[in-house]
């Protein structure tokens, strides 16, 4: 087992210390999250996003619950509804609250066993990620060899790196692991309205690591894909169905309807954790919905170079913001998962994933 220090969060003592993303690129800060109250105050204001990490903090959620009760069960179940209820829509956090609490009720030992436990969760989360990385470079190989060594473009949206999901993320994975192993590739990144998590965090992780990208306004990749110019889509998940329908930021549907209108393969990295085998239709799904001011103001540097909020719209204008959007399985080429490269649809998913079965 690990110390429990992963790219975007670890273990200083028992505090969590977390990188916050809603500074990102403007400033590198990291909190301490201390209570339980500090990993669900977290969660829910975005300090940390990206579904793997939410379930990571979440699960060293009810660890910071076991110290702050004391090891008491029934108040770390009680704390344990309010840290999964902090975010709806990805099912990594219900799943890790869930797996955090099945071993902490057959426990002599909660407080040790919950840390044990959060960094037995990350510590998957990182082989997985190395793995999905591995799975999804093979496909990025294969274009480079169709190409000549042309570079591959690649289309991605909202944030599926090391920042979502320890260590190499779920999109960003096989893009990481192509670059290094010299596969010449270029990235389109969406903006991705409203918060920008492609312009703020997807561009400041590839600059990190020298990968040729381009940021795009959200609109863009439908032209783009009809000139030729995108070789394939990889996008993360916030949570795939048995069925394969796949919820993810905003604006991915849309992505996947032009990715199929124009011959463009589209994929969809994913850990096991994001699979909720429970539901079959996308439909099912929980939508967030979060604050219209995120669609009404913008924020950024100024041309001091202070960071700045600003509005965009008139004022008396409303402003509708869902967070997420579904994807159906018939425009997915495919998931690439730790296990494999699996098709989306019911049989491919449960034959890969035997033991996850619910039904
Ligand atoms: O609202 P966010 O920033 O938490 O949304 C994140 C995404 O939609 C990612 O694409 C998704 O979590 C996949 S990365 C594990």
């Known amino acids: 087992m690990s110390a429990g220090k992963y790219k975007a969060l670890w273990l200083e003592g028992e505090h969590l210390v977390v990188i916050d993303q809603t500074r990102l690129p403007f400033s590198y800060e990291t909190k301490r999250l201390i209570t339980p109250e500090d990993a ?34 029934k108040q770390i179940e009680a704390i344990s509804t ?24 057959n426990s002599q030992n909660i407080i040790a066993d919950a840390r044990s436990e959060a960094i037995k969760i990350c510590d998957e989360d990182v082989e997985h990620t190395e793995k999905i990385g591995d799975y999804g470079c093979k496909l990025i190989a294969q274009i ?10 690649i289309l991605t949206h909202c944030n599926a790196g090391w920042l979502a999901l320890v260590d190499r993320g779920t999109a960003l994975a096989p893009i990481y692991a ?11 990144v969406d903006e991705t309205r409203p918060r920008n998590q492609g312009a703020n965090l997807t561009a400041w992780e590839l600059g990190q690591q020298g990968i040729k990208h381009t940021i795009i306004p959200d609109n863009t990749g439908g032209l783009l894909m009809h000139s030729g110019m995108v070789d394939m889509c990889i996008v993360g998940a916030d949570r795939v169905t048995r069925a394969g329908d796949v919820a993810n ?42 604050s219209s001011d995120e669609v009404l103001y ?8 202070e960071l700045t909020t600003i509005r965009i719209a008139p004022q008396g204008s409303p402003a509708l913001n869902y ?16 296990r494999g490269i699996c098709p989306a649809n019911e049989r491919a998913i449960a034959s890969m994933f035997p033991d996850l079965n619910t039904k």
């Open 178 to 188: 192509a670059h290094e192993r010299g596969i010449d590739l270029h990235v389109w």
């Open 40 to 73: 669900i105050g977290a969660i829910a204001d975005m300090t940390v996003r990206g579904a793997g990490v939410i379930g990571n903090v979440g699960a060293f959620g009810v660890y910071l619950a076991a110290i702050a009760t004391n090891g008491n069960l």
């Open 298 to 305: 913008m924020q950024g540097l100024n041309r001091a170079q």
């Open 82 to 105: 309010k840290i999964r209820a902090a975010r709806p829509t990805a099912v990594n956090l219900a799943w890790a609250v869930d797996r955090m609490l099945a071993v902490l009720k």
């Open 144 to 153: 480079a060899e169709d190409k000549a060594g042309m570079p591959v473009n």
């Open 249 to 290: 930021k905003i604006g991915t549907y849309l992505k996947a309807l032009a990715a199929k209108d124009n011959q463009v393969t589209f994929y969809v990295a994913l850990p096991a954790s994001t699979l909720d085998m429970a539901i079959a239709d996308g439909r099912d799904i929980p939508i967030e919905t979060r």
């Open 323 to 338: 967070g997420f959007d579904i994807t159906p399985a018939r425009l997915v080429t495919g998931l690439i998962t730790e």
